[in-house]
């Protein structure tokens, strides 16, 4: 079936530190990547997505590249700061027109320390 | 941007009675709704599909009879959580898919419960 799987947390980094958090999936078809951000008692957010391969979602320094070949959706961002200190869910979406599920990953914790 | 709203944020309920959250999307249409349940350290679980006007698909393992979920409108979709138990206790997040920008889902800050 379809499922995500990310890297365990938690990340620790000093800040200007370079991330990259790990993803990979299984689809059938060909699924739409998302990564989402849930910062300290706030709900998730979309920080960047890409809905077909070879495609670069990036947004707030943040970036990550639909490689089919790997089946992987990986997160990088070339300079942490204290302020990206968050848990990021990588997730698929399955199931086309109405229904757009999402499938997530168990979160990656991200601390980045001054 | 768009906003989701739930309520309550958090509720303490005896074991046994019943407990309504409130999912909104303040400003946009949301046809599609869906409720996730997050256990600690864990990822988000889908529960259910609501959509606008027509009963809620559950998913697998998911008691529909436990869970009501109602999405009355456009913008406002209702998880009960009927005869709680200690093992209900969770954090319950809504999702709302915007019906202009079919892609993308907006999540709610989510609902704490705690049946003790």
């Known amino acids: 079936g379809n499922s995500v799987t990310q890297m365990e947390g938690p990340v620790t980094l000093s800040e200007e530190a370079f991330l990259t958090i790990n993803c990979t999936y299984t689809a059938t078809g060909y699924p739409s990547l998302f990564w989402y951000v849930q910062y300290p008692g706030e709900g998730l957010q979309l920080l960047l997505k890409a809905t077909k391969a070879d495609d670069k979602g990036s947004n707030k320094g943040f970036e990550a590249t639909y490689r089919k070949e790997t089946t992987s959706f990986h997160l990088e961002k070339g300079s942490v700061q204290v302020s990206d200190s968050a848990v990021y869910f990588c997730?698929?979406?399955?199931?086309?027109?109405?229904?757009?599920?999402?499938?997530f990953g168990t979160g990656t914790l991200l601390a980045v320390q001054p | 941007g768009a906003v989701v709203s739930q309520h309550p944020s958090w509720v303490i309920c005896k074991s046994g009675t019943s407990v309504k959250i409130e999912c909104r999307s303040l400003?946009?249409?949301?046809?599609?709704m869906f409720w996730y349940r997050q256990f600690p350290k864990q990822s988000l679980m889908l529960m259910a599909t609501?959509?606008?006007?027509?009963?809620?698909?559950?998913e697998q393992g998911v008691e529909k009879d436990k869970f009501l979920i109602n999405h009355a409108s456009l913008t406002l979709s209702t998880l009960t959580v009927t005869s709680a138990h200690p093992e209900d206790s969770s954090f319950y997040i809504c999702s709302a898919r915007d019906r202009a920008r079919k892609e993308t889902q907006y999540f709610g800050p989510g609902t704490r419960l705690l049946v003790l």
């Open positions: 997730a698929l979406s399955r199931g086309g027109g109405a229904t757009n599920k999402l499938i």
């Open positions: 400003d946009f249409q949301a046809t599609t």
């Open positions: 609501s959509n606008e006007g027509s009963k809620a698909t559950y």
